[in-house]
C-alpha cells in the first residue's frame, strides 16, 4: 500500500501533532531512525518460551497486579508460552489442552503489553489448530482489548454483572420448574438455538434435542441453581435458567432465557429476571451475572437495559482455511 506522505500529502489523526503521521513509515522518519532501533531492540529483547511449571508462582505474581480478588490457581502442567524480558517473566498465554478459549486467568503481561502480547500469540497461533481463536479480557483494560483488535479480534461474547436490587415488575404466572416441565423446556432450549442460528448472530453450532434434554435435565437438578418457568394456563411460554457462577464468588448466573417469540416484548422476560433476582438474593448470592452474545438485538438491549454492566469481553477471530486455486 501507498504511504499517504509519498503522495504529499500528511494524514494527521484527530487531535494529535501535527508530526504525527499515521502512516508508521513516514513516523519513523519523521521522529528518527535511533528510536525506531531502540524499538526493534526492545522487541528483540523479548523472548518467547514455552511455559514451565516453574514459571506458575511468577505468573500468579503478574496476574495479581491486575486481578481484583484471590487469584485463582494457574495449573502447574499449564501449555503456553511465557515472554522473558530483561531476565524475568513479562508475560504468558496458557491454552489448555481440549479448549478453544483463553480464559482471563490464563493470560497477562507487563511493561510494553502490546508488543508481549502480539510476540506471545504469534508463538500461539502457530500451534493452534482450532478454526476460530477465543480470548477474554477484562473491558476495563483497554490496552489489551485495542492490542486484540488489533490482532484481528471482534467481541463476540459479553459478560455482565448486576445488583440483586428488586425488580418492579407486573404479575405474570411465573413458578420454579419442576420434572414434568422437561419436554416444553426442550422445545424452548431448541427455538432459542434457533434464534442464536439467525442473523446477526449467525451461530452454526445446532443443538440437537438429546444435547438440549442433557442441558435441561442437568438445570432442573443442579444444585445451588433454580428453573423459572413463565405459564399461561397449560403453556409453558417462557423459561430462565440460574446456577453458581463458575469462577465469580457469591455470585449466580443465568445461563439460558427464551420466551416464546409471540409473546416477547410484554413483560415475560422482565418478570422471569425479577424472581430470578429475588432468588438469589433469598438463596444468599450478593450480586447476579449474565453472558450473551454481542450481535443479539434482544438479549444485549434486554440485559443491558437491566442494569448488567459489561465488565469481560470474549473476543474471537475466525481462521479461514487456505483457499486452493481450481487446477486448470
Ligand atoms: C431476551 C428475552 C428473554 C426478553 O424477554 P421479553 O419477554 O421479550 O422481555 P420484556 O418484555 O420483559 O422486555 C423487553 C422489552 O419489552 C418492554 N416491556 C416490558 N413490559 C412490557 C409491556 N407490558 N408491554 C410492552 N412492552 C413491555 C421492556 O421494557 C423491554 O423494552 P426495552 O428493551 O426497551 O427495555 C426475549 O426477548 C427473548 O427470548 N429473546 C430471544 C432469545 C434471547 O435473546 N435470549 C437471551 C439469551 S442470553
Same mark, same amino acid.
Given at each position: 500500500m501507498k504511504c499517504?506522505?509519498? !503522495?504529499? =500529502? %500528511?494524514?494527521?489523526?484527530?487531535?494529535?501533532?501535527?508530526?504525527?503521521?499515521?502512516?508508521?513509515?513516514? &513516523? $519513523? %522518519?519523521?521522529?528518527?531512525?535511533?528510536?525506531?532501533? %531502540?524499538? /526493534? +531492540?526492545? @522487541?528483540? *529483547?523479548? &523472548? =518467547?518460551?514455552?511455559? &514451565?511449571?516453574?514459571?506458575? +508462582? $511468577?505468573?500468579?505474581?503478574?496476574?495479581? #497486579?491486575?486481578?481484583?480478588?484471590?487469584?485463582?490457581?494457574?495449573? *502447574?502442567d499449564g501449555k503456553g508460552f511465557a515472554a522473558i524480558g530483561g531476565g524475568r517473566l513479562v508475560g504468558y498465554l496458557l491454552s489448555p489442552e481440549g479448549s478453544a478459549r483463553i480464559r482471563l486467568h490464563e493470560h497477562a503481561a507487563r511493561g510494553d503489553r502490546r508488543e508481549v502480547y502480539r510476540r506471545l500469540y504469534a508463538a500461539?497461533?502457530?500451534?493452534?489448530?482450532? #478454526?476460530?481463536?477465543? =480470548?477474554?479480557?477484562? @473491558?476495563? !483494560?483497554?490496552?489489551? @482489548?485495542?492490542?486484540?483488535? &488489533? /490482532?484481528g479480534f471482534g467481541v463476540d461474547q459479553i459478560k455482565g454483572v448486576r445488583s440483586l436490587d428488586t425488580i418492579d415488575v407486573q404479575r405474570f404466572d411465573i413458578r420454579r420448574a419442576d420434572p414434568t416441565d422437561v419436554e416444553p423446556l426442550i422445545r424452548l432450549m431448541i427455538e432459542l438455538n434457533e434464534f442464536h442460528a439467525r442473523a446477526p448472530m449467525s451461530n452454526p453450532d445446532a443443538l440437537s434435542e438429546e444435547e438440549a434434554r442433557r442441558l435441561v435435565v442437568d438445570d432442573v437438578a443442579r444444585d445451588g441453581g433454580a428453573v423459572w418457568v413463565a405459564v399461561d394456563g397449560p403453556w409453558l411460554v417462557g423459561f430462565m435458567t440460574s446456577h453458581a457462577d463458575g469462577t465469580l464468588p457469591r455470585v449466580a448466573t443465568i445461563g439460558a432465557a427464551m420466551v416464546e417469540e409471540a409473546r416477547q416484548g410484554q413483560g415475560l422476560g422482565t418478570a422471569l429476571l425479577a424472581r430470578t433476582v429475588d432468588w438469589a438474593r433469598e438463596t444468599g448470592y450478593e450480586r447476579c451475572a449474565v453472558g450473551w452474545t454481542s450481535q443479539s438485538p434482544t438479549s444485549d438491549r434486554f440485559w443491558r437495559g437491566h442494569g448488567f454492566e459489561p465488565y469481560r469481553y470474549t473476543l474471537r477471530r475466525v481462521i479461514q482455511s487456505r483457499r486452493v486455486p481450481p487446477r486448470v
Open positions: 499517504p506522505q509519498q !503522495d504529499g =500529502i %500528511r494524514k494527521t489523526l484527530p487531535g494529535s501533532p501535527a508530526s504525527l503521521s499515521v502512516c508508521g513509515v513516514a &513516523e $519513523d %522518519r519523521a521522529l528518527g531512525h535511533g528510536r525506531h532501533a %531502540r524499538k /526493534l +531492540g526492545a @522487541v528483540r *529483547a523479548i &523472548e =518467547i518460551r514455552g511455559f &514451565e511449571a516453574a514459571m506458575v +508462582g $511468577d505468573a500468579a505474581a503478574l496476574l495479581a #497486579e491486575s486481578w481484583v480478588g484471590p487469584v485463582p490457581a494457574l495449573p *502447574a500461539h497461533s502457530l500451534g493452534a489448530a482450532a #478454526e476460530s481463536h477465543q =480470548i477474554d479480557m477484562l @473491558v476495563s !483494560d483497554t490496552v489489551a @482489548v485495542q492490542t486484540w483488535f &488489533e /490482532l
